[in-house]
C-alpha cells in the first residue's frame, strides 16, 4: 500500500490504481462520464481533471496511477475552472429536455451541470442534431442528441458482452454512436448499455416515459431465470413494476444484469395473467373461488389414490420456482405415498441420483482466476449470460478455454481448442482425452477404452489439462439433457480427478440446487424416473410453475400422459396448458412471493414480494400449504414462507452436501453405445424460450433471439437436397413431424441437425436428443 494525500486528507491505496477510483472510494466526489470501474479508461471526457503537485499540468484522475507521497487537489480554482469549461463544451449541443428526460433526476450531466455550469450560454450557432436510430425493442436512441460521446456503451459490448454493435462516426462536434448498418442490437446483455450511460441517451424502451426514478420504491430480489442468482433492484409504483436493475455483488453478478433478467418483468401485465381460480366442466372454463376449487382438486386427488393407488399421483415442477414452494410440493406428494416428483424435466439419465449434488464445483469470483477450462456440452450464452461473460473476462486475460461440443457454438471468447462432435460421439471423444492424459501421466489407460486413438485436438486438450494452478472442467446443460449424461459425467469426473481440476456442473433453472436440497425428485432406489412419470400409471398431477408441454425433453409422450390423466392440476401464473389441464389455480411470479433461490455455488438469497399478487392470486407456497390441510396431512401448518425454508435448511451444512463426486468407475460397453447411424438432432434453449415467463414477456419476444426455430442443417446435407435459405423442409421424430424454414450452418457435424425445443413450433416432434429425419417439404 502506498499513501497519498487528496485535499489535506491521508488515504491509503494499492500502487497503481486508479487515482479516480481511490477518491471515489475514499468518499471524495470527483465528477467523471467516461470512467467506468469496469471498462477501460479513455481519459476522454475530461471532467475528473485535478492537480497534482509537481505535474505542470491538469491530469485525469481516471487516467493517473497513484504513487507514494502524491498530493492531490481536487477543488483548486485551477481545477474548478477546467471543469467549467469541460462543462460548456459538453452543454452547447445539448438538448435542453431534462423535463421529459427518461435520465431525469438520475442523470450525472445535470447533477454536474448544476455545480459547474452557468445560467447562460455564449454559443450562438445552431445546435447539432442527431437523427433516430433504432437499436430494436429493448434499447431507445430517440434522442441521441444527447449523447456525449463518453463511448462507454462502445467499451461494453467490445470489453464485456464480447460483440461490437455501437461505434462511432464523423469527428469532433459531429461524432455519433450508432450501430452498424441497418443492424439491431442482439446481445443478451444489452440492457447495460443503458445503465452505463451518464445521460438519457441510451434509455429503455419498454420503460421509456412511464415513470421517474424518483417515484419509484426499490426492492432488493433475485433473478428467477438461471443458477447465477443475480441480485435485481425491482421498482415498483402505485403496486405495479416499472422496471428491474441490477443491484452490485461482485461475488455473484457485479454490476450487470442480462436481458432476461432485466426484462422479463413485462410478463407480470401478460393479458394471459391468471387471476381467479378456474375450473374445467364440459370443456368449458368456469371461473370460481378458492374453496370451492381446492375442494375440487382434494375430492378428485383422493378418488384417484384411492381407485388407483398412492403412485398413480406425479408432481413436475419448474427449477425456477423457490425452495419453499418446491419443499411443500415434495412434502404434499410424498405424504400422499407417492415418489413421483421431479424438477429435471429436460433431463433422461437419473443413474447418478443420490450419489451427487450438482454444483459449479467452485465460488463463482474465482472463474477469474482459471488458467485453463473445458467446458463439456453447453450452450453458455443462453445458459448463464453472466456467467459466459466471467468466462470472456478469464479468457481475455489468458485464460486458455476448450470445449466439446456438437455445434461450433460462437461463444465471443478466444477458444483455443474446439473438439466438435455428434452427441452421439461424446462419450468416446472424453475417452480420446482420458486416454491421453493417461499416457502423457504414465498411468495405465482405462481397460474400458481399450486402444481408443488419440486425435490432435484430443492430445491438446488433454494437454491444457495438466497445465496451470487453477483448471476447471465444466458440465453443461446439453451434457445433463444426454442420454449417458452419468457416463459423461463419470468421464469428466476421472478428468478432474486425475488432472487436479476443479470439476463443475451447470445445472438449469434459478433453483435447481435448491430443488435438490429441498429433495424434489424421486428417492434414489424408488424406481421412479420422469419416463415413469410421463405413463399411463401417472391419473393426477400436479404442475408446479411449468408448461410439460415445452419443457420436457420427450414433449410429445408427456403431453400424452396428461391426455390420459383423470385429473391434471396446474399452480400457475397464467393461463397455460388449457387443453390438457382441468384446474388452474392462479399462484404469484417472483416479484409477488418471498422465497428463496440457492445459486448452482450454493449460495442461499432469500427476497420478499414487491408487489401484491393481481386478483385472487396467491404465493404457491400458500396454495400448497392449504392443499396439504384440505387433504387432512399432517405437518401443514406454517404461517410465514420463512417457517418452511428454514424446517428444510435446518442444521444444514449446505457447502459440505454439494458434491460433484461419485466416486464410480465407469464401465464401458461397446452393446451399449449409441448408434452413430442417421442424423441426430441437438436441442438448444434459446434465451427466451426457456421458461414460461420470458415466454410471455412482449419486448424479448420482438428480439432476433426469440424468433421462430430454424432448422439449422449442416452444409453437407444442406447442398444435398438442393436448397436455398429459409426454404421449408420437413422434419420429424417418432412422435411427429413439422414443417420449418432451413438455413445452412458451417458449424455443424455433417449427421447434426441443431432445432430448438421450448417453442410450440417443435414441441410436437419427440425426445430432444433423440434421432430425427429430414426432408424437403
Given at each position: 500500500m502506498v499513501e497519498i494525500e487528496i485535499d489535506g486528507e491521508k488515504i491509503k491505496a494499492e500502487p497503481g490504481s486508479s487515482l479516480?477510483?481511490?477518491?471515489?472510494?475514499?468518499?471524495?466526489?470527483?465528477?467523471?462520464?467516461?470512467?467506468h470501474k469496469k471498462l477501460s479508461i479513455t481519459a476522454s471526457c475530461r471532467m475528473c481533471l485535478v492537480e497534482v503537485d509537481k505535474t505542470p499540468k491538469l491530469v485525469p484522475a481516471c487516467a493517473t496511477?497513484?504513487?507514494?507521497?502524491?498530493?492531490?487537489?481536487?477543488?483548486?480554482?485551477?481545477?474548478?475552472?477546467?471543469?467549467?469549461?469541460?462543462?460548456?463544451?459538453?452543454?452547447?449541443?445539448?438538448?435542453?429536455?431534462?423535463?421529459?428526460?427518461?435520465?431525469?433526476?438520475?442523470?450525472?450531466?445535470?447533477?454536474?451541470?448544476?455545480?459547474?455550469?452557468?445560467?447562460?450560454?455564449?454559443?450562438?450557432?445552431?445546435?447539432?442534431?442527431?437523427?433516430?436510430?433504432?437499436?430494436?425493442?429493448?434499447?431507445?436512441?430517440?434522442?441521441?442528441?444527447?449523447?456525449?460521446?463518453c463511448t462507454r456503451c462502445v467499451r461494453f459490448g467490445e470489453e464485456i458482452g464480447g460483440l461490437m454493435e455501437f461505434g462511432m462516426v464523423n469527428r469532433g462536434d459531429r461524432e455519433e454512436i450508432t450501430t452498424f448498418l441497418n443492424k439491431n442490437v442482439n446481445s443478451e446483455l444489452s440492457g447495460n448499455m443503458i445503465d452505463v450511460c451518464p445521460v438519457g441517451a441510451l434509455t429503455s424502451k419498454p420503460f421509456r416515459f412511464s415513470a421517474r426514478g424518483w417515484e419509484l420504491a426499490s426492492h432488493r430480489s433475485v433473478s428467477p431465470h438461471d443458477g447465477?442468482?443475480?441480485?435485481?433492484?425491482?421498482?415498483?409504483?402505485?403496486?405495479?413494476?416499472?422496471?428491474?436493475?441490477?443491484?452490485?455483488?461482485?461475488?455473484?453478478?457485479?454490476?450487470?444484469?442480462?436481458?432476461?433478467?432485466?426484462?422479463?418483468y413485462e410478463a407480470l401485465n401478460s393479458p394471459e395473467r391468471l387471476t381467479v381460480p378456474m375450473v374445467k366442466q364440459d370443456n368449458r372454463w368456469i371461473e370460481t373461488d378458492w374453496e370451492t376449487a381446492l375442494n375440487y382438486v382434494t375430492h378428485g386427488l383422493k378418488s384417484i389414490s384411492r381407485d388407483h393407488g398412492a403412485s398413480s399421483l406425479a408432481a413436475l415442477a419448474s427449477p425456477q420456482a423457490t425452495l419453499e414452494e418446491l419443499s411443500l410440493l415434495q412434502k404434499l406428494v410424498r405424504k400422499m405415498g407417492s415418489e413421483k416428483v421431479e424438477f429435471r424435466l429436460r433431463q433422461s439419465d437419473f443413474t447418478l441420483d443420490g450419489k451427487i449434488?450438482?454444483?459449479?464445483?467452485?465460488?463463482?469470483?474465482?472463474?477469474?482466476?482459471?488458467?485453463?477450462?473445458?467446458?463439456?456440452?453447453?450452450?453458455?450464452?443462453?445458459?448463464?449470460?453472466?456467467?459466459?461473460?466471467?468466462?470472456?473476462?478469464?479468457?481475455?486475460n489468458g485464460a486458455r478455454v476448450s470445449m466439446l461440443h456438437a455445434v461450433d457454438d460462437d461463444w465471443l471468447m478466444p477458444v483455443e481448442n474446439r473438439f466438435i462432435g455428434s452427441p452421439a460421439k461424446w462419450l468416446s471423444m472424453l475417452g480420446e482425452i482420458i486416454t491421453a492424459v493417461a499416457i502423457k501421466k504414465g498411468m495405465p489407460v482405462p481397460d474400458w477404452l481399450g486402444n481408443l486413438p488419440v486425435t490432435e485436438t484430443a492430445d491438446r486438450i488433454a494437454a491444457s489439462l495438466m497445465d496451470g494452478e487453477n483448471r476447471a472442467i465444466i458440465l453443461g446443460a446439453l451434457a445433463l439433457q444426454h442420454e449417458q449424461a452419468s457416463a459423461l459425467h463419470m468421464a469428466a469426473e476421472w478428468l478432474a480427478e486425475n488432472t487436479g481440476a476443479k470439476f463443475g456442473v451447470l445445472t438449469e433453472g434459478a433453483n435447481a440446487t435448491g430443488a435438490y436440497l429441498a429433495n424434489a425428485f424421486p428417492t434414489p432406489g424408488s424406481g421412479q424416473t420422469l419416463s415413469n412419470i410421463a405413463s399411463d400409471s401417472t391419473k393426477a398431477f400436479l404442475l408446479l410453475q411449468t408448461e410439460p408441454e415445452l419443457d420436457v425433453a420427450d414433449q410429445?409422450?408427456?403431453?400424452a400422459a396428461l391426455?390420459?390423466?383423470?385429473?391434471?392440476?396446474?399452480?400457475?401464473?397464467?393461463?397455460?396448458?388449457?387443453?390438457?389441464?382441468?384446474?388452474?389455480?392462479?399462484?404469484?411470479?417472483?416479484?409477488?412471493?418471498?422465497?428463496?433461490?440457492?445459486?448452482?455455488?450454493?449460495?442461499?438469497?432469500?427476497?420478499?414480494?414487491?408487489?401484491?399478487?393481481?386478483?385472487?392470486?396467491?404465493?404457491?407456497?400458500?396454495?400448497?400449504?392449504?392443499?396439504?390441510n384440505f387433504l387432512d396431512l399432517p405437518e401443514f401448518d406454517y404461517d410465514s414462507s420463512e417457517q418452511v425454508r428454514d424446517e428444510c435448511l435446518h442444521n444444514r451444512n449446505i457447502d459440505a452436501e454439494l458434491n460433484n463426486v461419485c466416486g464410480l468407475l465407469l464401465e464401458f460397453d461397446a452393446s451399449e453405445t449409441v448408434s452413430e447411424t442417421g442424423i441426430r438432432r441437438i436441442a438448444d434453449v434459446p434465451l427466451y424460450f426457456s421458461d414460461m415467463i420470458v415466454r410471455r414477456a412482449p419486448s424479448l419476444q420482438q428480439t432476433q433471439a426469440a424468433a421462430e426455430p430454424l432448422v439449422h442443417l449442416p452444409a453437407a446435407l444442406f447442398d444435398e437436397m438442393g436448397l436455398n435459405d429459409r426454404d421449408k423442409v420437413r422434419v420429424w421424430q417418432e412422435q411427429g413431424e413439422a414443417v420449418l424454414p432451413a438455413v445452412k450452418d458451417e458449424t455443424l457435424p455433417d449427421n447434426v441437425v441443431r432445432l430448438a425445443t421450448g417453442h410450440p413450433s417443435t414441441a410436437m416432434l419427440g425426445p430432444i436428443n433423440g434421432w430425427i429425419g429430414v426432408g424437403r417439404a
Open positions: 479516480l477510483q481511490v477518491a471515489l472510494d475514499s468518499g471524495k466526489p470527483i465528477p467523471h462520464f467516461c470512467y496511477p497513484v504513487t507514494e507521497g502524491m498530493l492531490v487537489h481536487t477543488d483548486s480554482v485551477k481545477v474548478i475552472e477546467a471543469r467549467k469549461a469541460v462543462m460548456e463544451f459538453l452543454l452547447i449541443n445539448h438538448p435542453l429536455d431534462c423535463p421529459v428526460c427518461d435520465q431525469g433526476g438520475e442523470c450525472l450531466l445535470q447533477d454536474y451541470s448544476v455545480g459547474y455550469g452557468t445560467s447562460k450560454a455564449r454559443f450562438t450557432g445552431e445546435k447539432r442534431i442527431v437523427f433516430v436510430k433504432n437499436a430494436g425493442p429493448l434499447i431507445s436512441m430517440q434522442e441521441m442528441s444527447r449523447c456525449i460521446q447465477l442468482g443475480s441480485n435485481m433492484n425491482v421498482q415498483t409504483l402505485r403496486g405495479q413494476v416499472m422496471r428491474v436493475l441490477p443491484i452490485e455483488n461482485e461475488a455473484v453478478n457485479e454490476c450487470w444484469l442480462s436481458d432476461r433478467d432485466r426484462f422479463s449434488l450438482p454444483w459449479l464445483g467452485m465460488k463463482i469470483e474465482e472463474i477469474g482466476s482459471l488458467d485453463q477450462v473445458f467446458v463439456i456440452g453447453s450452450f453458455l450464452r443462453s445458459e448463464a449470460p453472466l456467467l459466459a461473460a466471467r468466462f470472456r473476462k478469464a479468457a481475455i410429445p409422450k408427456m403431453k391426455q390420459q390423466a383423470e385429473m391434471v392440476v396446474a399452480l400457475t401464473p397464467f393461463k397455460q396448458s388449457l387443453d390438457v389441464a382441468d384446474v388452474l389455480l392462479p399462484v404469484a411470479l417472483f416479484t409477488e412471493t418471498s422465497g428463496t433461490y440457492i445459486n448452482f455455488e450454493g449460495r442461499v438469497q432469500s427476497f420478499e414480494g414487491a408487489v401484491a399478487p393481481p386478483g385472487e392470486t396467491r404465493p404457491a407456497w400458500k396454495v400448497l400449504r392449504v392443499l396439504g
